[in-house]
């Protein structure tokens, strides 16, 4: 089965992006940390690059795929093109009969965010 939106078909790396998100096996800090790889497991969009700029911005935010999806502020822009709200729920995930339009807007986030490409620190 191949995972397609309008402008093109994902095959086997969206399924990987499926795989990696909803397992929790991915390089998010929250997993890498688990598995003893980095001292510290979170978020490093929140913690690092935003608590200097916006004083009310969460911080301590456990880097995991639901956080990076759902919650995290420095991605809420894309979150809101693709979902068309700046925080979202688990149930917004998975709403709805259309499960493989829910999957594309998964994929499609993850692989603009980029978050399961970047380099360990």
Not at 3 to 18: D, F, K, N
Not at 47 to 71: G, R, V, Y
Not at 91 to 112: A, E, H
């Amino acid at each position: 089965a191949v995972v397609s939106t309008q402008s093109g078909h994902y095959g086997r790396e969206g399924m990987l992006i499926i795989i990696r998100i909803l397992s929790g096996h991915n390089n998010l800090n929250y997993h890498l940390n688990k598995v003893n790889l980095i001292p510290d497991d979170k978020c490093e969009y929140c913690t690092e690059l935003m608590k200097h700029s916006d004083h009310q911005w969460e911080i301590n935010c456990m880097e995991t795929a639901f956080h990076i999806l759902c919650k995290c502020q420095y991605y809420s822009t894309i979150r809101a093109n693709i979902y068309l709200k700046f925080v979202i729920k688990r149930s917004d995930i998975f709403k709805g009969k259309d499960t493989y339009k829910n999957l594309c807007k998964l994929i499609n986030f993850v692989i603009q965010t980029k978050i399961l490409r970047r380099e360990p620190k």
